[in-house]
Structure formats: C-alpha cells, structure tokens
C-alpha cells in the first residue's frame, strides 16, 4: 500500500513534526467477502478518500494502517477499475485518534462502512489482555460464548447487533470463543480458538453473512496493537 502511504499522510508531510505526533492513526479494513454479493472472492474495490484515489486494488480480509490530519473525509469504495461509489461514508478524526474503518455488511447484507474509535490502554497485563469484539456481519443479533474448560461455555457477550461491539478482558493465550444467535445455542460461528498475544490490545470485526448467496460465510477478521 505504498501509494497509499503516500496519498493520504503527503498532507501532514508540509506541517510542523508536532502536528504529525496529533495525527489520527485510521486502520482501513476490507471486510466485505465477494461471494455473499454473488461476486468473485476476492472482491477488488479501490478506495478514495476526499475525492482522491488511496487504496487501489484493495481485496478481501486486507487492512492498511495510515495517519490522518484531524478532520472530515468522505471515503467512498468503488469495484476496482471504477469511480462509482457503492459505498460512501463521511467521517471525522480528531487528533491522536486511533480508529478503524470498515467495509462489511449491514444485517441485511448491504454494503456499509463504519467507524469504530479504537479504545488503547497501555497497560496490559501478562496474563490479561483486552479484546474488544464487532459485529460487522450479515446476521441477526448474536451471543458470544467463551469455552472455560472440558465442554462447559459461559455467555460473555448478549444480544450484540450489527455495528455493535463489546469489550472483554480474557486470559493471554488460547481463548475459545461461539457465535449463536441471539438466544439460541447452535454456534453459527466456531467453536473456534484464538491466540492472543500478550501485552496487545485486540480488536476482532466478526464478517460475511450467516445466510448470503454462498450460505454461511461468517469468518473474523483480526488486528492486534
């Protein structure tokens, strides 16, 4: 993502040192898996921001970290090759600001974007560590259940809809984690075990559909920092 490097933080470059150290850190996250559209896997899309071409070429489950002066965006997500917008989303960013933006579906499976302002803490325990979980998927509200050992799951997460997250603090290591629906307890998602590092701060977007074009595609898409 060199040009997008180039593109987005070349505004910044003509500003003081100081004003790089207040600018937002924005990961950009494609999360829209091509065969819940009928389309192929992959899914290409160039991403423009405030009119401009950033992220060309983008595909499937691909994230890009890039620092942006505070302010208002326009992001707008065309299929590569295009200028057509399919999705627009404007956005504000304010100073040292850590964030993602992501590409994925609504419940009803339209192609969205949302903002999520990234909570960092600095002071991670060893044996702790924070995760904070998003449902970015074309699914109905779930429940998150977290394997405490043998076969025995516990609810961590209830009632967690479309553009929502939740924050939990689990061990460092091998958690293992199920999706359901809302009140009901066959996994559409998982069990699924997931290593998380030490001393990071976890962010794990739930993504694809429970019941699109190509069935149940729900995967997760993760970003630790």
């Known amino acids: 993502f060199t040009p997008v490097k180039s593109f987005l933080i070349g505004a910044a470059l003509v500003s003081p040192v100081l004003a790089l150290a207040q600018n937002a850190t924005v990961n950009v996250i494609h999360g829209i898996r091509g065969q819940d559209l009928g389309l192929a896997a992959t899914l290409p899309v160039d991403i423009f921001v405030n009119g401009g071409l950033a992220l060309p070429g983008v595909t499937f489950g691909q994230q890009a970290r890039v620092e942006l002066p505070r302010g208002d965006y326009r992001i707008d997500i065309a299929l590569a090759g295009t200028t057509t917008p399919v999705i627009t989303a404007n956005v504000r960013f304010g100073n040292r600001e850590n964030a993602t933006v992501i590409a994925h579906l609504s419940a009803e499976g339209a192609p969205t974007a949302t903002k999520f302002r990234n909570h960092i803490t600095n002071h991670v325990a060893g044996s702790f560590v924070p995760v904070t979980l998003h449902h970015t998927a074309a699914a109905p509200a779930v429940d998150v259940y977290a394997r405490l050992g043998g076969f025995i799951f516990v609810p961590v997460v209830n009632n967690l809809r479309n553009g ?20 009901q307890f066959t996994a559409v998602l998982g069990p699924a075990t997931f290593n998380f590092a030490a001393r990071k701060n976890h962010f794990v977007y739930v993504v694809g559909s429970v019941a699109g074009a190509a069935g149940n595609t729900l995967t997760v898409i993760a970003d630790e920092q």
């Open 164 to 183: 929502g997250r939740r924050e939990l603090i689990v061990r460092s290591g091998g958690t293992t984690l199920a999706v359901t629906p809302r009140g």
